[in-house]
């Protein structure tokens, strides 16, 4: 009988577990426990960009919500559109790869418009594909799982050996009880903490590259569409950054509005003092108030953490999944490992291996 394990209990985990079973006769999910401290899944909302992607991750992107779709996902789980504003002209062009995946999402997540993006002005870009819910995503998944047989455990990978035909597990419980499982094939999506798992696999291990949500409570009425800016300006030097993702919003629910900026605003986490700390916390707030022009009445802080290596990595028959910024590519990355695809090289791995500062996983090329 074949066995194939998935650890992770977020997009990437659970996407492969239905995909495996398909193919082996028995599937467990292993989806750890919520308290990780790098983690990068924290948070409800993420928005689905496609504009400024490379073509190859645009394949990956199609890949990967075409199988979700094929599976049943089905759920309200797209909210509102991205609007793009640049520091520069541009001439946005809708090629037949985006409107064939505003196609799909028409069909999982049908709302009572058909999705459009379309050019506002001369630097202002609507962008349909929206801002998904990934908790949501999470919770159809594991009733697809469930339905198709996989055996979802709440368990922690501690060890993982393999050899070229067999791979050997051990999990724990939060009893610290220990499970020991061996598998014919594993995929691993569990972001930087695969970091912390003793192993034989040859894999490059990720650079966990700070970021940090802000949670404004907002009581003014406001668009639901989330911001994208490219190209930012610092409040104290001026300086613009034409050709970096500068501040990153939407909505986490009705009332609270969710923030992320370019980290260029501070050193790296090991130099980081209060005062460069305080200064990136006030670029947000500023932009909230003058920018967007809203009042704020409260706002929390939260760390996340990308996971940036490889996007795909083989070692025997295990697979490792970290996607960075990408979660709307982590299915299409998992379908393409499970089927010995091609998966394009992730040229943020280089950029941050010589400079740790930032964070702009969105360079516009
Ligand atoms: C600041 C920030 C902004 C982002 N913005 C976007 C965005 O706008 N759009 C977008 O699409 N993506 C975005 N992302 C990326 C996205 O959140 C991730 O790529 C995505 O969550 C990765 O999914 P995953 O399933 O691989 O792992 P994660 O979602 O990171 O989940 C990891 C899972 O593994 C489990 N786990 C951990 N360790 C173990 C273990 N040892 N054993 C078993 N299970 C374990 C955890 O419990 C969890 O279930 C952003 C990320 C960050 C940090």
Not at 142 to 157: N, Y
Not at 166 to 192: H, K
Request: with cysteine; hydrophobic share 35%; glycine share 6%.
């Amino acid at each position: 009988m074949s066995v194939a394990v998935a650890i992770g209990g977020s997009i990437g985990g659970l996407t492969a577990a239905i995909k495996l079973a398909e193919i082996y006769d028995t599937v467990y999910c292993c989806t750890g426990f919520n308290n990780y401290k790098e983690s990068g899944n924290n948070g409800e909302s993420r928005g689905l960009r496609t504009f400024n992607l490379e073509e190859e991750l645009m394949d990956i992107v199609i890949t990967g919500w075409e199988y979700w779709e094929s599976i049943g996902l089905r759920c309200d789980l797209i909210h509102e559109a991205i609007i793009h504003r640049s520091a520069e002209n541009v001439e946005y062009k809708i090629t037949e790869k985006h409107n064939k995946l505003l196609e799909i999402l028409d069909r999982i997540s049908p709302k009572f418009r058909k999705r459009e993006s379309k050019q506002l002005n001369e630097n202002t870009v609507l962008e349909d594909t929206g801002i998904y819910r990934i908790q949501e995503i999470v919770v159809e998944l594991k009733k697809i799982a469930h339905a198709r047989g996989v055996v979802i455990t709440p368990v922690h990978l501690n060890i993982l050996k393999h050899t070229d035909d067999c791979i050997y597990l051990n999990l724990q419980d939060s009893d610290d009880y220990i499970y020991e499982l061996d598998c014919d094939r594993c995929v691993i999506s569990i972001g930087n903490e695969i970091k912390n798992i003793e192993t034989n696999m040859e894999i490059t291990k990720p650079i966990a590259v700070w970021n940090e949500f802000t949670y404004f409570t907002i009581h003014t009425l406001y668009s639901h569409d989330g911001i994208w800016t490219w190209g930012t300006e610092n409040y104290n030097t001026k300086e613009v950054y034409k050709d970096r993702l500068g501040f990153y919003v939407m909505m986490e629910n009705p009332e609270i509005l969710k923030v992320a900026c370019d980290t260029s605003f501070v050193n790296n986490k090991w130099e980081m003092s209060i005062e460069n700390l305080n200064e990136y916390r006030k670029q947000k707030s500023n932009f909230v108030k003058k920018h967007l022009g809203l009042k704020y009445s409260d706002y929390r802080h939260i760390e996340c953490y990308y996971s940036v290596a490889p996007y795909v990595q083989h070692s025997g028959p295990v697979s490792v999944i970290n996607a960075g910024g990408y979660g709307y590519c982590v299915p299409g990355f998992v379908i393409n490992a499970i089927e010995g695809k091609k998966v394009p090289k992730n040229e943020n791995y280089e950029r941050h291996l010589f400079s740790n500062k930032r964070h702009d996983l969105s360079i516009i090329k």
